[in-house]
């Protein structure tokens, strides 16, 4: 097991006593702005998280798992945290959630908070991160476990889904029922990793079979209905030969949809269209969307039971990393 940092590593970086250390970490006036600053980045280059817990609790971890997830503007990971807190509702441990809104630099600012009050464990959403906060990540006190995705090099535990396979599972649906002229639209690209692994995995799946992109949009901004029908209506005025659209999410194909039935389009006759989440807004549509399930709740329930493996072992004791994929299902539905 990796070695806990303390103080005294961050001390020794520098060459400066423990209590100068303690107190430049905590922005104390009487130390000077240069001993604070190279204090500082020796506590970032070494992934070192104070500790904000005070007293005779130093040494302990509070009952809380701390997660951290890119957005709650979507269905997507409160149901991770649903499956999660159902497995932690027995026990003493409660979550606390941190946004980090597809920044990595916000990322690492809220893992290092969270991690300074010593959790009893750290859920985090994806595989990329800053080299700090892979560092911190790596030294944490406590269990931590990457989700929703496969597709790269984890710190330790990691729960998903392979974005890249999702996304060549897709093409050989389309194509198999006969699509060829293929379009996308994405949004959070290229802030959202797993949606640019998708769209990888979905050009990936055409080219095996001898097809490309037709078209695509591709923007920076938030996934909404309404950003869905605008952009769907775009593509269609520009490229009215698209026979199939492959959305980065539900929440855009329903967009999409909506625009075909203010257009007169009949789906899936003149124009298929097909998702990613399965998410519960598709329920109760007049036809049924195609879509891939995620599995986010069960990542939730599973990330929670390695947490509370975890913490049965002592300090020292070897860790089993788990690498699990949930394997990602698609959902044909009527659009497709």
């Avoid at 009050?117 to 959403?125: E, K, M």
Wanted: charged share 25%; proline share 4%; aromatic share 4%.
């Amino acid at each position: 097991m990796t070695k806990r940092l303390n103080l005294k590593d961050v001390a020794a970086l520098v060459g400066v006593s423990e209590m100068t250390a303690s107190r430049a970490l905590r922005g104390a006036p009487d130390v000077s702005q240069k001993t604070r600053l190279k204090v500082e980045e020796a506590a970032r280059s070494i992934g070192y998280v104070p500790n904000r817990i005070a007293g005779s609790l130093a040494s302990r971890s509070v009952n809380l798992v701390a997660v951290v997830v890119p957005s709650l503007n979507s269905y997507v990971f409160p149901e991770v945290l649903s499956g999660l807190s159902a497995v932690l509702k027995p026990t003493e441990l409660k979550p606390v959630v941190g946004v980090s809104s597809y920044d990595l630099a916000e990322e690492e600012s809220v893992i290092r908070e969270m991690l300074s009050w010593r959790p009893s464990g750290l859920v985090v959403a994806g595989l990329e991160h800053t080299d700090t906060t892979r560092s911190m990540l790596r030294n944490a006190a406590c269990p931590v476990v990457e989700v929703m995705d496969t597709d790269g090099d984890p710190v330790g535990h990691c729960v998903g889904v392979s974005h890249l396979q999702a996304g060549r599972d897709m093409a050989h649906q389309m194509v198999a029922r006969g699509y060829r002229k293929i379009a996308f639209i994405g949004t959070k690209m290229p802030q959202d990793f797993r949606a640019v692994k998708r769209f990888d995995g979905f050009c990936e799946g055409l080219a095996a079979q001898g097809l490309e992109i037709r078209d695509q949009e591709l923007i920076s901004g938030e996934s909404s209905i309404q950003v869905g029908r605008t952009l769907t209506e775009a593509l269609l005025a520009r490229s009215p030969d698209v026979d199939c659209i492959y959305y980065s999410s539900d929440v855009m194909s329903v967009g999409g949809y909506m625009h075909c039935l203010a257009a007169g389009i009949s789906i899936p006759d003149q124009l298929a269209l097909a998702g990613f989440n399965n998410l519960q807004i598709l329920e109760g549509l007049p036809i049924g969307l195609a879509t891939t399930d995620a599995r986010r709740r069960d990542i939730g329930r599973r990330a929670a039971e390695i947490i509370l493996r975890d913490q049965q072992l002592p300090d020292d004791a070897p860790r089993d990393w788990v690498i699990e994929n949930m394997q990602s299902r698609v959902a044909l539905g009527q659009s497709l």
